[in-house]
Each structure stands twice: as structure tokens, then as C-alpha cells.
């Protein structure tokens, strides 16, 4: 058991995992040498060597590309797009390719890939470098998007995505990195894909939040708690698709109440279809509207107007007081 | 400071060994036995006569939407006959005499054409890809087989087709510029077919050949005869025959011309001429082979009567191929079928099985398509 980052984290798996499996391949940009930009592949290089550890040319398209050819010819490449706001130069490749292969040669191929993307606002960065746009990849029949919400449940998803037969979307958040540290173990461990998980217990309130809204969410909830003492179900989703709709439709049946924290625009956003399945499922437990707290509909409007773009705890508390006073 | 021109310097080959009339240039004969000879032009008879007769079934709705292949048989049969089962083929959507040849079934490319993924299947042992249809975005993969085969130290080239459209893509530049720095087994067949639907090569590049963009990737490039079956044979397979020694990817244009429709949802009589349709006629592949083959005592009789019939066999065996079961479209999609899609499922068979609204009425037609004749017959 060592007290781990979630870069420190994320490398171990990676490390590990590498180990474990010679098919397992680590491509992208500045991913070898470097170590990559946040650090996450530090040292696969000089452990694995240039084949396994790829420092690719400068070219999201055929990163994406060239893993899905690995991946149908057996291997199971580990792909870092630099920034997931770069990722649209490589969109179809993941929506038209990887995501479809099974389906497309009718289960003679399949494609087990892991996309890894920082994604994610708060650490002062340009336009491109704080976005949050899971929502694109949890609506693509085929993919499984995860968001891991700190180092060691990033470490176990991460180990789990590899692992995984089909192709992972793998965000991680950037404000996460260095954020905390966690007792991770020594041991491989996974978690598995397509389970929320309660964080934190209560009766009067569900939040659901993810990657670096989790964190919002916990706080929310402790001031709700100390100030109005109301006590809160925190869902984790950890895996935005396929969602584990049935963990939070559980909780809300039981505190008939639902905020919804995410950092991707509100519109159309993973939020809508976390209500939907609320209202499909805990329709007749509902006391309150369902209320979301997200970023604006906005393209990134700078850092420098950021905190008033990205959900604080002030706005989710005050969303949720708005939702027990109904 | 001097300017100072740089080596190496470049050069880009042009090949040809038969002509329009069938004359051989025999210092560039690649040397292929008889049965070889043979084989390659059954195989071109057959891709000829299926195309028009795909064309039909198109026209009469028993298809949908295909693209057909008339006037690149050479380009396809002579690229694809230098690999070996153990290699792979990566097409796009326009390679008809490339799948057949490396033994996709006739009833699964017409089952493709009519809307079943079933015809879209690889057998278990084939090394081939589907048929990918966003223009160039197969060419990546390509070379992620190339990778993957170099890393695992297997004997394999991997062979991918696009046409002169996909070299505008970026992920046309991509793919040669990550086989070049990787110096993988790959080879990349491009059938310049002269018109990407109704845009000429002259709007399409500015280069004076397609070859030529290889050397800035730092690959070969060889421009051929593409209505040359020996010719294509004959660079395919020294291009193969590199990619398998180690030495790296190469970019070959197969110089030919798409004779009929792009798809049979258009019209090209509104964007070229007939007399540009009739000049390339007279070079017509087949012509040229059959008069070669004719001269060579290699011609056989009864050879389209024999294709037909293979043919017109297939083609009663896509016909009585059972209705798609709607449920299938679950089954492929994760290794593991998630709950909620387990549920959609089970609410499609719910429907289905009490045929509620929602289920097409089993001889209702579907509306036409572009290129169909409204009324059924």
C-alpha cells in the first residue's frame, strides 16, 4: 500500500498492467522519452522500450487509427490524446471505427482500446486545455466512457478499461493529478465498468456528480449537512456510459430528491439522461423537480471568467436548498 | 550563402507492359504461367459481368445502394493476386474483384449491398477487413496491422485500397507519413479512377501524379497502367515483395477509370462527356487482356457462360436467404450486452413477437431509392 496521486496512480496501472500483458501498448504524443506532458507514462519507456511505449507523430487521427488496426490485429494499445480538446481530429476514427468494428464485422472483430484524455477546467489553461465534453462519447452506441474520480479508483478503472474487450474513453481529470493522495495497493486491483457507487450516505437529498464534480458534490454535502442538516446520498457515477442507472434510481426512490452535478455545457448534457432514467425509474418518489448545476452553454470562456462558469459548491448548495424547499 | 539543391533527388516511374491492343512488352514481362494468366482473367470476367449484373439488382430493388467496379478489374485483381492468405487486404467500398478474389462468397457482398451486416462478416480465418465506407479513414488501420505485425514478428503485408478522392483526407497524409517513420509492411493502392463523383483529378490535386505523394513521406511511389493487369502484377508485387523483406510501405496510383456510375444513386452523364467515357472504352482492361491472352493461346471458350452461372448460382442463394431477424442488431455491439440495452431488446421482442405498431408490415414496400424504378415489378 503506498499514498499515491492520481498520477502516480494511473502510471502503476499502467506499469503494471504492461506487465502483465506483452500485447498491452502505450501510444501518443510525448508518451515515451517525455514521460508524457502530465507524467502519467513515466518511465514505460525506459522499462518497455520504444515499440511497446510509441512516441507517435503529431497526429490525433492516426493515433486513434493506427491503435484500431493494432487492436483488431490483437493487441491492446493504450492511446494518450494530449488534451481531450484535441480529440475532435481524431472524433470519427472514434465514432465511425473504433466504436463500430463489432458490430460492423459482426463480432469477427472487436476493438479493446483505451482512449486516455486529460480533460477538464480549473488549472488556469487555455481554450482547448478546460473543456469537459464527455457527453459526446457517452452517446456513442459501442464506446464506454469512464471518469475516474481520484487515485485509486482511477488506478482500478484504468487497469479495468485495459482489460476491457471493447474501446474505453478514459477522462482524467487535470485538477485531479496532484489534488490528493490515496492509499492505493501494491497489488493490482480493478473495479468494474458500468457501476456507480455510493460515497456517502443519507435520506434527504441524492447528488450525482463525477470526475472533478465529485469532489464539489462531497463538499456540498458537508456544508448541507453542518448548516442545515440535511444528510445527502453522494453518487460517484464513475462510468458516464453504459450508466449505472439502477444505483441512482435506488437512491432517489428513497430521498426523492435529485441534483445533478456536471462540468460539461447543461444542454443535451450526461445530466438529461441521468434525469430521464430517474424520472423512468423513481418517477412516483420524486418531491422536487430534478435540478442540475453545470457549466453554461457557453464555448470555454477563458480562466480568467472561469469560477463562474464551472459548478462551485456555493452554486450546488444553493441548487440544492432550491430543490428541499420545493 | 549558396542555395544548394539537396540529394537525394526524386524521381517517380511510370509503368506499362501491355498496351491497348494487347502487344507485350516482354523486357518488362513479369513472367506469369499460363494458369496464372488464366486464373487472372476468370477472375476479371467474373468481376465484370457481377458488376453488371449488380448494377440490375439494384435497379430492380433487390439491392440497395452499390458502387460498382467496371473499368478497374486490372487495378483490383492485379494488386490483390501478390498476397498470400496470411497477408491482409483492408478495402474500402469499391474493391468487388479484390474481395471475391481473396474469397469473400458472391451472396455475402450481394447480402451487404441489401442492407445485412451478416455480408459484411469476415470468415473466421480471413484476413480481411469489412468494407469501410468514410473515404481514407481505413488507411490508418492499415498500418496498425502493419504495426501490430512487425511487433509481433509475423510474416505478413498488409495491402489497403483507396481511390484518387481519398488522397485529399487527412487521414490519407497521416497514414503515409506513420508508415514511413514506423517502416512498416504496408502497401497502398491507389485506383485513380479519374473522378471522386463528379470532381475531376485536376480539382482534386495539383500534383501531376498521385505517386509523387509518397516522397514526401520518404516512401516509393510508382505510377502504373491501371488498366494493365501485368503492369499492376507486376508493381504490386515488387512492392510486396519489399514490404516483406523489411524495407518499408510504398505508395502505388493505379492510372484507370471508373466506366460507369459512382454509385448507382448517380448520374455522371451531367459531369463528363461521352467521348471521354468512349476513349477510355477503347482502353478497356479485359479487351486487352483477352487479345494478349487470344495471341498466347490462353483464351478459353465458354468462359462467360461458365461465370454467369456461378453467378446466377449466388445469386439464388442471397434470395433465399432467411429475412433479418430485427433482434441481431443487439448482439454485436458489446462483448457484454449492457442492462440497458438488454432492456431495449426485450422491448423490441415484446414488440415483435405481438406485432404491435412499430413493426413493418412484413410486404409493405420500401419507398424507392435514387436510381430505382418507383413501381415494383
Redesign the interface.
Known sequence: MAKLNLVKALNLALMQEMQRDPDVLVIGEDVGVDGGVFRVTEDLHRTYGSKRVIDSPLAESAIIGTSVGMALYGLKPVCEIQFSGFAFQCFHQIENHAARYRNRSQGRFHVPMVMRMPYGGGVRALEHHSESEEQFYAHIPGLKMVIPSGPRNGRALLAAAIRDPDPVVFFEHKALYHAHKEDVPDEPETMDIGRAQVVSEGDDLTLVAWGGMLRVAREAAETLEQEDGVSCDVIDVLTIAPLDRETIVRSVSKTGRAVIVHEAPRSFGPGAEVAASIMDGAFLSLEAPIARVTTHDVPFPGFAREKANVPDVARVVGAARETLAF | MPRTPLEPRFTVEYLSILDAEGNLDSALDPGLPGAELKRLYRAMLLARRLDERMVRLQRQGRTGTFAPIKGQEASQLGSVAVLRPTDWMVPSFRETASMIWRGWPIEKLLLFFAGH??G?????DQRD??I?I?VS?Q???????????Q??DDDVVVMAYFGDGATSE??FH??L??AG?WHVPVVFVCQNNQWAISVPLKKQTNSKTIAQKALAYGLPGIQVDGNDVLAVYAASREAVERARAGEGPTLIECVTYRLGVHTTADDPTKYRTAEEVAEWERKDPLTRFAAYLKKKRLLEDGLEAQVDEEIAAAIARFEATAPADPLVMF?????EL????KAQRETLAETLRSGEPGRREKHEPSPPMRGQRSGRR
Open positions: 451486416l451478416e459484411g462478416q469476415p470468415a473466421p477487413l469489412p469501410t468514410p479513414t488507411l490508418p488501420h492499415a498500418v496498425g496491422l502493419a504495426y501490430a505485425a511487433y509481433r487527412g487521414d497521416e497514414a507519413n506513420f517513420v448482439d454485436h455491439v458489446y462483448a449492457p442492462p440497458e440495452l
